[in-house]
């Protein structure tokens, strides 16, 4: 029931609103965004691919009429039944503005006001509101949103024309200020100044006159997918002019303008005109946002104005407001605009936004981490805040909650900083997560430390609006970054402080919300939903259910260490509900149970041995690997599995096999197109995929991106045809210079041809009768696609259709859509790109054989040994990483996450060091010299073969 507390009032259900940018991001879960980085225009395929659907239907039935025509963009006509459709919880009262004259008696006890259903333009939070209303004020963020277009000679207020900022303009102003402060004392600094500060609050609050502000020179009025004609160099520069002035109030001035015009969003109503968010772009570029996200460090005293808490205080205000606006675009068109310009910023600023951005992340999560291991900061926190609300005194517009929550969090950081002074051994937990300083998080190793840290909850971040935007945003990063010719690591999206997430949990919701809306018809879905919304029910929902956002619908931010755990959780909660009937049936056949996935192969024999244990064991896949070969002594605790897996590897990507085929161009080994008749072979070459994933074992692939994708059911395109093909790639873009009388004369028709194996030459028609269709201007198009998908996919769609089976016979579920194609290949390949850091490898190593492992890190032997690590190449060292660890690879989770190994052998000795690959161990000798340590190791590195019992 609503509540009415003045003549016109917004219902808050207090759950961002349902709209596609939702579709767009489960799309990068599911694996359904598109790449084709040949059309800029095409981004609406990854971003958006499907259009806001027509109005709920329902509404006629339940009387709810849609928002009037003025304002159609803005009323939810996302339709409720699809899968990203969020719980609505109980409704809470808004405020909201109106310039209607109605008696407000009358419509505060009127039940028969006609209602419009919206989405918040900051926060995204569903709320009604009279129809007849011209703009209303949401009660989360507080951002009056305008159901209008802004008035063209409009400054808020002001009549008077106000300048185009740029920077050559402020710099004149600030240096007559400058030059008057000079030849005058009879005004203070601030009145000197204070032109110039009237000036920018009066120009930074005006959407139209920031929008045209700061071009590039020469920029035309018609929109362009590679730029959005900002000069961001001027930003930059005259936010540093202001931030050096003698006083702080035209910068102050500048911020609060920009403050005054994000909490009043003009709805427009062309929402393709990505111009309509220059503006939002613009006040994004100011360049000490992040300074409002950071410690101040031990220095309490700000050591310049940007440090100041009221101008911290506004550029947070700028930088949270601003994100909700990007995240809350609904049109298609602009997305694709706005995420085209960011693919072709430079790769400096494009990765210094992603660190924005999760850097804003990171302050909203240390919050919740803070409060979930220190529960009284909680109450003694709140209990201030009401203190401070009861004796502010005023009531004005900045004491509403969102414009405290700044202070607030900042006061959660001084009680920490206060129990660390007064509590030494406290743990410290306000650094900064390594992704935000460029280094691969690395995954805790004290089993100890992390049972004693509480885990942050869904219900804590489950609806909060400044988490959900922020990802939503920093998803259009991660298209933009497909379409980037030099691209940002996929690391560099990861927020390591979701780590400290309770992510099983929140993966277990995701998937139950996921489902339920999936069981749920279409009809009962929509009319349910509609219900709940009005009556503000949510029976039969849990807490988490009841959550609008999840870590697992944006993946890119979890970390890999994070997604493996995901993966093991699954694969063992499926294992369990096996193992558990297992066990039923082995008491009835009084039949033992193997906890193990045991695999007896002969070597000369290896695939066949290998198909018929797979094969008979298809319920078994995901339990623990165990690999013996015949006659052959050996217990397998990781160096038999490694050797099973390069050794079969070996034998199914060998061209001679017939499976794959390696190109010279680019060195990739891809599909047979004459596939051998025994498809058995691809299945079990999934199936190995699977299988080494889910034992931690890098294999020595050379595949190119297109298998990722394939294994994900991502959709390849030119740039992967690009990266395989890379001499027929350029042949075909030659196809889009010539005429239609050049293209007749090369004789081209809709047919292609190939050769086996044995040099045999076989033709297919990309299209029917493609042998009698040549060739156009009018059709290249169309024969460039048919062409490249022929090799991709269509004419190996038998082999990529097993090879796939035998993958997902392995991994399947929905913990697989988590992973990128990028992520897939370093857990199957490991990372090659850059050396062995032996500082690292030092640090993470474990000694053996002294009597302690202290007496062992110092010792001379091993001593020489990291000299001698330090001294060779980087080939060098992957030969001996190869030696050690049966592999050259460092792990996907970076080589702090390698178990390593020194033992000692004894006394000094003329035998060579041994390896034990089952343990990463690598054993010495006590040599007599380092001269005679380094000739017995590389002779061991170079000559060593082979398995053997200790």
């Not at 002001?158 to 185009?164: D, R």
């Amino acid at each position: 029931m609503l509540r009415r507390k003045s003549s016109v009032v917004a219902q808050n259900q207090n759950s961002p609103r349902n709209q596609n940018h939702n579709q767009s991001h489960n799309q990068i879960n599911n694996a359904e965004q598109n790449t084709n980085s040949s059309n800029s225009s095409q981004i609406s395929s990854t971003i958006a691919s499907e259009p806001r659907s027509t109005p709920w239907r329902i509404k006629d039935f339940l009387k709810l009429p849609s928002a009037p025509k003025g304002s159609n963009s803005n009323t939810v006509s996302t339709s409720p039944t699809k899968s990203n459709v969020e719980q609505l919880v109980a409704p809470t009262t808004s405020t909201s503005i109106s310039n209607t004259s109605a008696n407000s008696n009358s419509a505060a006890t009127s039940d028969s006001i006609p209602t419009s259903v919206s989405g918040c333009y900051c926060c995204g939070t569903l709320l009604t509101y009279p129809t007849k209303a011209s703009k209303f004020r949401c009660s989360v963020c507080n951002t009056t949103n305008i159901l209008a277009v802004a008035p063209e000679n409009s400054a808020e207020g002001s009549n008077e024309a106000v300048h185009i900022i740029s920077y050559d303009y402020v710099k004149k102003q600030v240096e007559k200020c400058l030059k008057y402060l000079n030849q005058s004392s009879d005004k203070s600094i601030h009145e000197v100044f204070e032109p110039l500060s009237d000036y920018l609050y009066d120009a930074f609050k005006n959407y139209h006159i920031l929008s045209k502000s700061f071009k590039t020179r020469r920029s035309s009025q018609n929109q362009h997918y590679h730029t959005s004609k900002i000069n961001y160099e001027e930003i930059h520069n005259t936010f540093l002019l202001l931030s050096k002035l003698p006083t702080k109030r035209p910068l102050y001035n500048a911020l609060r303008g920009a403050s005054h015009l994000l909490k009043r969003v003009y709805v427009f109503p062309k929402g393709n005109d990505a111009s309509s968010y220059v503006w939002v772009l613009i006040l994004m570029e100011i360049p000490f946002l992040s300074r409002s996200l950071l410690s101040p460090g031990d220095d309490s005293k700000a050591k310049s104005m940007i440090d100041v808490p009221e101008i911290k205080g506004l550029c947070y205000d700028i930088l949270k407001r601003c994100i909700g606006i990007l995240a809350c675009i609904e049109s298609v068109g602009a997305i694709n605009y706005i995420t085209s310009w960011y693919a072709n910023l430079p790769t400096a600023e494009f990765a210094k936004k992603v660190d924005l951005l999760n850097l804003y992340i990171t302050f909203h999560l240390k919050k919740y981490f803070y409060i979930a291991n220190n529960p009284h900061l909680l109450r003694r926190t709140s209990s201030t805040a009401a203190y401070n609300a009861s004796t502010s005194g005023s009531r004005t517009e900045d004491s509403h909650p969102t414009d405290r929550e700044y202070s607030e969090n900042v006061h959660i950081k001084e009680e920490i900083d206060a129990m660390n002074q007064e509590t030494p051994n406290f743990t410290n937990q306000l650094a900064l997560p390594t992704s935000y300083l460029g280094s691969f998080p690395a995954r805790r190793n004290s089993k100890k430390n992390q049972s004693q840290e509480a885990k942050i909850k869904i219900y804590q971040y489950g609806n909060d609006w400044h988490i959900k935007t922020a990802a939503i945003s920093l998803s259009f990063y991660l298209c933009a970054n497909t379409y980037r010719v030099e691209k940002v690591s996929i690391a560099s999206f990861y927020n390591s402080l979701v780590d400290f997430v309770n992510i099983k949990l929140d993966f277990d919701s995701w998937q139950t919300n996921k489902k339920s809306k999936f069981n749920s018809s279409s009809g009962e879905n929509d009319l349910q939903q509609v219900i709940d919304y009005i009556n503000g029910s949510t029976r039969g929902s849990t807490l988490h259910e009841n959550a609008s956002y999840y870590f697992c619908q944006y993946p890119f931010l979890i970390t890999l260490g994070g997604k493996i755990s995901i993966l093991e959780y699954e694969a063992r909660r499926q294992m369990e509900r096996k193992a558990e009937e297992a066990f039923i049936n082995s008491l009835d056949k009084r039949v033992a149970l193997d906890i193990y996935f045991k695999v007896k192969v002969r070597r000369e024999n290896i695939v066949q041995d290998s198909i018929s244990a797979i094969k008979n064991n298809s319920n078994n896949l995901k339990k623990s690997l165990r690999v013996q070969f015949v006659n052959e002594p050996g217990v397998d605790v990781g160096g038999l599995k490694k050797e099973w897996f390069l050794l079969l590897t070996r034998a199914l990507f060998n061209p001679q096999a017939g499976m794959v085929y390696n190109i010279e161009d680019s060195n990739y080994l891809w599909f047979n197109l004459v596939p051998i008749e025994n498809f058995e072979m691809y299945y079990l070459l999934g199936a190995v995929l699977g299988l080494a994933i889910y034992n931690s074992t890098i294999l020595d692939l050379h595949f190119p991106m297109a298998l990722y994708k394939i294994l994900l059911d991502k959709p390849v395109g030119l740039d992967d045809y690009k990266q395989l093909f890379p001499v027929s790639y350029g042949n075909l873009m030659k196809l889009k210079k010539y005429s239609t009388e050049e293209l007749l004369a090369l004789d081209l028709t809709f047919e292609v041809s190939y050769q086996d194996l044995f040099g045999k030459t076989y033709s297919a028609e990309l299209i029917k009768d493609g042998r009698k269709i040549f060739v156009t201007a009018e059709t290249r198009k169309s024969y460039i696609e048919k062409y490249t998908q022929f090799f991709l996919q269509e004419g190996i769609k038998k082999q990529i259709t097993a090879f796939s089976s035998g993958f997902k016979n392995v991994i399947g579920g929905n913990g697989l859509s988590l992973f990128l194609p990028e992520e897939i290949q370093l857990l199957l390949c490991g990372s090659e790109e850059g050396g062995i850091d032996v500082d690292v490898l030092k640090s993470v190593t474990k000694y053996v054989g002294w009597k302690t492992p202290d007496d062992g890190a110092d010792s001379t032997v091993v001593q020489w040994f990291w000299e001698y690590m330090c001294e060779i190449n980087t080939q060098e060292r992957k030969r001996l990483l190869m030696f050690v660890t049966g592999s050259d690879r460092v792990p996907a989770t970076g080589i702090q996450n390698l178990s390593f190994k020194i033992s000692s052998q004894g006394k000094d000795s003329n035998r060579l060091p041994v390896a034990h690959t089952c343990f990463n161990e690598l054993g010495l000798y006590n040599y007599s010299s380092k001269e005679k340590l380094v000739d017995k190791l590389v002779t061991a590195v170079n000559e060593s073969a082979g398995f053997g019992l200790k």
